[in-house]
């Protein structure tokens, strides 16, 4: 039995909606990231998740009960928000425990369940000390800690790293993924709008797009295999290329004529007779390189400039007038010299993706 289920969720504000029909089953033990632009509703359905928003329609069940009408605190779910409100007269101690003192646990109980939430923390040092004599990352664990003590069934976090500096949200993003690991029955769902938490940090991402899901899977499913545009261009950093095309030839494997004059052979099968359908055909920038003197491009252009991270080159193509971003290449390692260059490019077959009406033609 699923451990949450979303059927058919609606939300509107007034006549504005801004979820519809919901689906989706969460099981024990998964660490589910919400993902997708800003105002597609990410927080609005964890928030409806922890009851602070009101369902409009369809139904919420945690642990197989219907918890529509059921208030906050009895849902067995704990949040962890982007600002972390830690007491600042009260140690840490005190803060993780305060809960629990509200909800009248013993006090020896008290205190052995924040002593086992700091062990897993790492703040057992800290136990003492007030909120201002820690770093941001120590503060976000605190409040992580407050949620651990009450040992809910479900624990919700929304942009919990949003408020640390670059360097801090690295570290505390591999101290979310070690603590998921000493909770392996602990169910997570996590937003963000930052794609390498959620591709680090999910067992399964669920992008939100349109007032709907666009596709929920494994983070490595999303990039290899994206079922339609949107995923593919919102998943991996630069965003996937695409091409407008027509099917050359279909078959087990398919050709495609592109509208700047290259040919690619895509490793995805169509149906005879899809001859003259125009598609765009997908490719990572990653997945570009150089085509070998002689060898059909499946891209050509002039280098219009270059980005050199060290570990990657970026080469920005000029775009056709009126075709909006052109191609963008990362190569390995450093290329110099390559700005207003002609630069022929190729990919392997098994590595291409193809869409028609948006929709990916590969079988599911
Ligand atoms: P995200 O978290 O994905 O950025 P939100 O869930 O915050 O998006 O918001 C989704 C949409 O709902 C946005 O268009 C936002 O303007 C709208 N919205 C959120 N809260 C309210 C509200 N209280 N009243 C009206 N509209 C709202």
Redesign the pocket.
């Known amino acids: 039995m699923a451990e949450l289920k979303l059927t058919g969720v609606d939300k509107s ?2 006549a ?1 909606q ?1 979820l519809r029909g919901i689906d989706l089953e969460i099981e024990r033990g998964e660490l589910i990231v919400f993902v ?10 964890l928030r409806m998740i922890a009851g602070l928003e009101k369902i409009s329609g369809g139904t919420l069940e945690i642990g197989g009960v219907r918890m529509n009408d059921v208030p906050p605190a009895q849902r067995g779910i704990a949040m962890v928000f982007q600002s972390y409100a830690l007491y600042p007269h009260m140690t840490v101690r005190e803060n993780m425990a305060f809960a629990l003192e509200i909800a009248k646990v013993p006090k020896s109980e008290r205190m052995a369940k924040v002593d086992r939430a700091a062990d897993m923390l790492q703040l057992t040092p800290y136990l003492d000390r007030l909120p201002k004599a820690l770093s941001g990352g120590q503060r976000q664990r605190v409040a992580i800690g407050r949620a651990i003590v009450r040992d809910p069934e479900v624990y919700l976090f929304d942009e919990p790293l949003s408020n640390l500096d670059a360097a801090l949200r690295v570290a505390t993003r591999i101290e979310i993924a070690q603590l998921k690991e000493r909770m392996p029955e602990a169910t997570m769902i996590y ?1 963000t ?1 930052d794609q390498v938490e959620a591709m680090t940090l999910a067992s399964r991402i669920v992008v ?1 797009a349109d007032r709907g899901i666009a596709q929920v899977g494994t983070p490595l499913e999303l990039y290899e295999t994206p079922r339609n545009e949107f995923v593919a261009r919102f998943i991996g950093s630069p965003s996937m290329n695409l091409l407008p095309g027509t099917i050359a030839r279909a078959g087990a494997t398919t050709e495609v004529a592109l509208a700047g004059g290259g040919r690619a052979t895509v490793a995805i099968a169509t149906e005879p007779g899809s001859e003259g359908r125009e598609v765009n055909l997908g490719v990572r920038p990653e997945d570009l390189s150089p085509a070998p003197e002689g060898t059909p491009a499946l891209y050509s252009g002039e280098v219009d400039y270059t980005e050199a991270l060290g570990e990657v080159t970026l080469l920005y193509f000029v775009a056709e007038p009126g075709a909006g971003q052109g191609v963008i290449a990362k190569f390995p390692g450093i290329h110099r010299g390559l700005r207003r260059r002609q630069v022929a490019l190729t990919a392997p077959p098994e590595k291409l993706h193809l869409f028609a009406d948006g929709q990916s033609l590969r079988a599911a």
């Open positions: 504000y007034g504005t801004v997708g632009p800003s105002g597609c509703g990410k927080s609005t359905l937003v709008h939100l």
